[in-house]
């Protein structure tokens, strides 16, 4: 068995995760295996694009069409059923590291946020955006300029004993940029596309990845818009909130009235120590323009 650090999880699995830390542990919090799945009692079942789920207190099964079934439980197991033997391997991957954390996560009743990180004085700032904002070219711009990169695409929330703080846990070392990303940012490693088909690549980290928790101290949610500039503004209260809280990662499998609750108390938590602000950018933007933004908050 393959032995990894990720999203603040022991994993064992019987595959191997290159997007992974290896890490050497005793005691496994997750284990990940290839197997038949069993069938669920549901209290919730939908689809959402070529994903079927199936969702009760403790256990989560999802189906990508022509690629494999996964069931979730209990936050601690991941078996997956491959559809067709000739499926690549990081096809399964992508939608385990995707979906199937996030019931992990939803299981241990932790938060996920869709969300890049970088470490400034031991304290995380947060990088949300919808897809095409420019989150992970920006956290690949700050890369280049030496800033200590924490996490791409998911800091996972942690509520800490006697602290009034948000910490955050990094998800993996691996940065995914689009190919415009790459030609914008001169970047030339095409080695690792993240799923066939798709012109996205994978940008390891591993000698520079930070298993620590750090508090959260500065959220930034990036945003395209119909301006003519780039804009900031700091939010504050319940604007504040409501532009974290569309983050979540995987909100779906957060619906219920208890997981609804807890991403109400952790993010109200957050924002009110944390400083959040808004970055609004023309639909067509320099990297650099922005990053100049982005810094002069951080």
Known sequence: MYKYWGFGLHITSGIEFPELLPFDFKCSDVSITLGEVPAISADTAFDIG?????????????????????????????????????????????FLLGAGIAGILQQRRQVPLHTSAVIVNDRLTLIAGQSGAGKSTTLAGLKQRQYRIFSDDITVLKEL????????????????????????LQLDDRSFPVMPGFEKYGFFFHGAFDTQQYPVERII????????KI????????????????????????????????????????????????????????????????????
């Open 161 to 184: 004993p006697d602290d009034d703080r948000i910490s955050g846990v990094a998800s993996y070392p691996m940065i995914k940029l689009w190919e415009q990303s790459l030609q914008t």
């Open 221 to 228: 949610l990036l945003e395209a818009g119909q301006t003519d």
């Open 50 to 94: 070529h994903i079927s789920y199936q969702v009760n207190d403790h256990e989560l099964v999802f189906s990508v069409q022509d690629v494999a079934s996964y069931y979730v439980a209990d936050g601690k197991q991941i078996i997956i059923h491959r559809h067709r033997a000739n499926v690549e391997d990081r096809v399964i991957r992508l």
């Open 231 to 298: 804009r900031q503004k700091q939010l504050w209260g319940s604007e504040a909130f409501a532009g974290v809280v569309q983050h979540v990662y995987k909100a779906v499998l957060f619906r219920q009235p208890a997981m609804r609750a807890l991403c109400f108390d952790v993010i109200t938590k957050m924002v009110k120590c944390s400083e959040v602000y808004q970055i609004t950018r023309p639909a067509v933007c320099e990297p650099d323009s922005l990053l100049d933004v982005v810094t002069s908050i951080l």
